[in-house]
Structure formats: structure tokens, C-alpha cells
């Protein structure tokens, strides 16, 4: 076996490889010095890259052992001399390619993935048997891209058009199907059957009304009101403003938060959560498929409440934001969630600032207890807020 | 604020199925839709039979996440709806209200209730007792309240009153004349000049 490239990591002392080594293992051979990244069109080292800035290593002259490839390449490089030149033509003329083209006469430029940087693409540490099929890579159809206007949906030339045109995909109707590439024609069919589904849904969803506000979700007037509100236990739709409306209305005369406002206002089964969806599901599967997307959503994001392990979050460990504990936090000392207070609000703060020597003095009165001091409902709250009032909720802080 | 939107919408709805469900809701004025007068058909099989009632209907702001208030203003004799004020005792105009439900709804709601008494939950302790302690009596007064009050020949009846008082008769005597004899004028004359 010809090992014509000298292996880099020999070079360094440290090939692991050894004797099953690809690469040449002999201080005679030359070593490749081509910069990848240049050839792949972004190194970002530009001139000042200590690698060799060549376009098209994949020298292919005609009847040449292809195992001699790289060698042949580094030939090539050479023989231009000014690399810069075929840099700046912008597309690599590489022998085999270059004859190819102009057997084609085509002034058309392959798609953006030129047939050698698919090649190019497995990289200089290539096996053997990837440069001996190397040679017939150009002519082999699967390398060969096809023709990206017949696949936008018409191509000028038609019949005479030098590029493959791809087979007529039966979801989208375009000829974007590579004849040759059958891992790539599923996958642009199973992308294209989704998208069509999802087509098809929101064409669903457009007539749903809402059962609260009696119009169209979809056809609401501002962008943020046009979503629907999944409820988790039934599957009667409504918008997503009606619904959190409804949920968080204040309960009128005897009417239970949790029999009433948090039911479907339809059947009156109770929901947990509701989901917004800019779709309407139609099967059980799909409802399914909109709530595990929107929970692994919410799963990455802060929980505002929980504060990192500072505050309390009212949802608890059904939370569908994320509980980071940060170290140092409330949490993460005393291992549960710290006692529920008011949040501060910014335009109380300087006023308690101004308001806390007066508390010192009531501290001073120690032999009351709070409860016998005559202290307006107000002054209670913002001592309870401090900390220094007994209250429900600041009990089982001095508990543990 | 009201969502008239929704109101609008649903006296579309209401006036599209008036023949089916002989429910009718119109405006007060056109000015003011949270305003509104409902008429209901008396249900068949029952003593509010061939009777038209009127519901005040007044809209709370926040409707329709709170219940609409309904309120009958012809005189109804039936356990759950005061014979004095009209006030309606139904759970789902009260805390089992939902947005889902329309004035259409509520209004159909309305109807059922007054085929289907609940004098357990009573809103009226006199008729609620009087159904339950003799159901004659009570559907022979509910029966002539609404040939008295619910019947559009009925409506002026204050008026035919005031006519047969002009005759000459006492109000009170003329007034249980029209009663006995289920509003008709002509008839009360005849029991006032025979009696």
C-alpha cells in the first residue's frame, strides 16, 4: 500500500496508529500542508495561516493512481504557482472537474456545495479505500449535485440542462429529490411531510372559534392574542387571553376558584395548566407533542420566583421553569424554600430606610410584645416585611 | 368594559334562531348594549303555557367572565323567582356561571327553570311553601298569574283597571273581577254587573 502523505501526528511524534497507520510514516514523503479551513472557503487565520492557502488538493489527472491523490494534489498546487489567482477565480478548477465542466460547457455553477468539497469535506485524514473510489467520485451521480433552479421549481434549460434535476417530490411538488442520495431524498421527504402537516393543521385551525370572546383565534387582531390556550384535561378550544382571563378573574360571590374558574369553561372538567400553541391539535398525539415541547421550553429557563434558591416559588417542584440552586442561596443552606413575604416593591424602599430608626426604638420596647403595642395595620406590614412582627408566615422562619 | 364584541355577536346569534327557540334578546336603547330585555316563551306542559315573560338583563363590566344580571319584570308565581322583584335564584347566574355561556343559554337556563321548580332552594319561602303543601293551589296561581301578566292582553291590565273604575266599580273589586276572570275586560264587566 502506497502511504504517499506524511501523517501529521507522526510528524509530532505521536501517531497512535503505528504500522495500521493510513498516512506515510517515512521522513521522505511529503507532508500535507493544505489549510482545510481555506478550502472549505472560511480560515480564519487568512494570510497569516501557517498552512498552505490552495484551493482543490483533489487533483484527479486522468489515469493516475488515485491512491497517489494527495501527492498528485501537492503537484498540482505546485504546478499553479499562484495559488492566490485560482484563489481569487473563486471556484477550484481542479483537473477532474475542470474537464468535467467543460464537457458540459456550462457557465452555470454547480450549487452551492461544489462536487469537490464533498470530498473535500471527509478531509486529509481520508482512508485508503475513500481515495481509491476517489477517482470515480466526480463521475459517480451520487456526488454530482443537482440542479438547484429545477429545484427552486424551473430551470431554464430543461431538457438540456447539464445538471442532474432531481425526482418530483410528492409533497412539495418540486424536483428537489436527489436521483442518487436515498438518506437525503427521506430526509427532505420526511421534513417536507411535516411541514405539510403543520400546513394543513394551521389551515385547521383557522376556523376555530373561541368559545369565550365567539371569534376566529386566528383571526384576532394583534399577533399576541392570535394563540390557542390547551387546557391539559379536555380539549375544547379557546384563545389564550380568554382563557388566562377567565382563570384569573376574581371570583364573583361564591364561586370556588378551583370548581369554577379553574374548569373548562365548557365542560367544567378541571385543568391544571394551560398550554399556548399558536395550533389547534387534532389528535390526542399531537396535543401531546405541543405540551412536552412547551414544558421542555419553559424546563430551560429561569424560574423567576424560585430566584435561584432566594425566593418561593408559589408552584413548587411542579414548577415548569427551571430551580437552579445556586450556592450560598436560602435553599441550598437550610434545604427548603424560604418563608413567603411580599416582594419589595422599589418605590417602598427608601421610605422603609427612612422608617427603620423608628422601628429600632420599637425594639427597644422589649418587655411588650408586639401584639400589646398599639401599631397601625401598615406599621405591621412593613415590620412583618422586616422581619421583626410575628406573623403566619415569618413564624416558621425563627422555627427551625 | 363589556366585550360588545361578544354582545353583538350573540344578539346576531340569538335573532338568527328566534323561531327555533322563541328566545329573544334586543337592546335597550341603542346607545347602551350592556342594557338589554329578554323574552322568554312559557314552557309547554306547564302553568307559564302560551305566557310571554320579560327578563332585565343588565351586563356587568367585566362580562363575560362574571354572570350577566337577569331580573324578571313580569310577575312570575314560581318557588325560585321572587313574586315581588323578580329575582331569579339559578346557580348558573350566580357561582356556577362560565364564559362559555351565552345570554341565549342562560336565557334557555331561564325557561327550563321555570318548567323544573326547585323548591328546596327556594327564592320565594310563600310560593316555595305553597308548592310543596299544595301543588293545586300553586299551579292554579301560577297558572292565573300568567294569564294575568304574561299574556299580551294581559300587559295593560292596570290599565282596564283604571277603565272599569272610571265605570263606577271599586279598584279592588274590579281588579279581582279581571283576576277571576283570567284579564279579559268585557268578561269582568259581566261578573261586576251580575255580582
Redesign the interface.
Known amino acids: 500500500m502506497a502511504k504517499r502523505v506524511l501523517c501529521k501526528f507522526f510528524a509530532h511524534g505521536a501517531c497512535l496508529k503505528g504500522e495500521h497507520c493510513e498516512f506515510s510514516h517515512d521522513w521522505k514523503d511529503p507532508s500535507n500542508n493544505i489549510c482545510t479551513f481555506y478550502q472549505k472557503g472560511a480560515c480564519a487565520f487568512g494570510s497569516r495561516c501557517r498552512y498552505e492557502h490552495v484551493k482543490g488538493s483533489r487533483a484527479q489527472s486522468s489515469g493516475s493512481s488515485s491512491s497517489a491523490n494527495s501527492h498528485q494534489s501537492l503537484a498540482f498546487d505546485s504546478a499553479l504557482a499562484h495559488p492566490s489567482r485560482t484563489a481569487s477565480s473563486g471556484v477550484a478548477l481542479v483537473p477532474g472537474t475542470l474537464s468535467e465542466l467543460s464537457a458540459f460547457s456550462s457557465p452555470f455553477l454547480p450549487p452551492p456545495k461544489p462536487a469537490w468539497s464533498d470530498s473535500l469535506d471527509d478531509g486529509d485524514f481520508d482512508h485508503n479505500e475513500d481515495d481509491d473510489v476517489g477517482e470515480t467520485r466526480s463521475a459517480r451521480p451520487a456526488d454530482r449535485a443537482i440542479c438547484s433552479f429545477a429545484a427552486a421549481g424551473n430551470c431554464p434549460r430543461g431538457e438540456n440542462c447539464p445538471h442532474i434535476h432531481g425526482d418530483i417530490c410528492p409533497s412539495c411538488g418540486k424536483h428537489c429529490l436527489h436521483p442518487y442520495r436515498p438518506v437525503e431524498r427521506e430526509e427532505h421527504m420526511r421534513t417536507c411531510e411535516e411541514k405539510h402537516k403543520q400546513l394543513e393543521a394551521l389551515k385547521r385551525s383557522q376556523e376555530i372559534e373561541c368559545?369565550?370572546?365567539?371569534?376566529r383565534v386566528l383571526s384576532k387582531p394583534t399577533v399576541a392574542e392570535r394563540k390557542f390556550g390547551i387546557l391539559s384535561e379536555c380539549d375544547?378550544p379557546f384563545c389564550i387571553s380568554?382563557i388566562r382571563?377567565?382563570r384569573s378573574?376574581s371570583p364573583?360571590?361564591?364561586?370556588?376558584v378551583n370548581s369554577?374558574l379553574r374548569?373548562c369553561?365548557?365542560c367544567?372538567k378541571l385543568s391544571y395548566f394551560v398550554i399556548p400553541s399558536v395550533i389547534w391539535y387534532n389528535t390526542k398525539e399531537e396535543k401531546e407533542e405541543i405540551v412536552d415541547s412547551y414544558k421542555a421550553r419553559l424546563s430551560s429557563i429561569d424560574c423567576k420566583h424560585f430566584d435561584f434558591g432566594n425566593g418561593n416559588c408559589p408552584f413548587g417542584t411542579s414548577c415548569f421553569y427551571k430551580h437552579t440552586v445556586k450556592p450560598g442561596s436560602y435553599v441550598w443552606k437550610f434545604h427548603r424554600p424560604p418563608p413567603r413575604r411580599p416582594p419589595p416593591r422599589r418605590s417602598d424602599t427608601v421610605r422603609m430606610d427612612a422608617l427603620y430608626e423608628m422601628f429600632e426604638h420599637l425594639e427597644e420596647l422589649e418587655d411588650y410584645t408586639p401584639g400589646d403595642l398599639d401599631i397601625p395595620l401598615e406599621v405591621q406590614l412593613l415590620l412583618m416585611q422586616l422581619g421583626l412582627y410575628p406573623s403566619d408566615s415569618s413564624d416558621d422562619e425563627l422555627n427551625y | 368594559m363589556v366585550d360588545f364584541a361578544r354582545v353583538q355577536k350573540e344578539l346576531q346569534e340569538c335573532s338568527r334562531d328566534i323561531e327555533r327557540s322563541g328566545i329573544k334578546v334586543v337592546p335597550k336603547s341603542d346607545a347602551n348594549l350592556a342594557c338589554l330585555l329578554g323574552t322568554i316563551p312559557g314552557p309547554i306542559g306547564t302553568p307559564y303555557e302560551g305566557g310571554t315573560f320579560q327578563i332585565d338583563i343588565s351586563l356587568p363590566d367585566a362580562y363575560p367572565f362574571e354572570p350577566p344580571k337577569m331580573q324578571f319584570t313580569t310577575k312570575v308565581w314560581h318557588p325560585n323567582i321572587s313574586s315581588q322583584s323578580g329575582a331569579i335564584c339559578l346557580d348558573i347566574l350566580k357561582d356556577q356561571w362560565s364564559p362559555a355561556l351565552t345570554l341565549k343559554t342562560a336565557l334557555l337556563s331561564v325557561q327550563a327553570l321555570l318548567s323544573a321548580p326547585q323548591p328546596d332552594d327556594p327564592q320565594d319561602a310563600v310560593v316555595a311553601q305553597q308548592y310543596l303543601r299544595d301543588y293545586q293551589t300553586f299551579v292554579g296561581t301560577a297558572r292565573y298569574w300568567t294569564e294575568s301578566f304574561a299574556k299580551s292582553s294581559s300587559i295593560g291590565i292596570d290599565e282596564k283597571v283604571k277603565r272599569l273604575v272610571e265605570m263606577g266599580f271599586p279598584e279592588g273589586r274590579a281588579r279581582s273581577a279581571l283576576e277571576t276572570v283570567g284579564g279579559d275586560e268585557n268578561l269582568a264587566l259581566e261578573t261586576l254587573c251580575s255580582g
Open positions: 368559545s369565550v370572546c365567539l371569534e375544547h380568554c382571563n377567565w378573574s364573583t360571590s361564591g364561586m370556588d369554577a374548569a369553561p365548557i367544567r
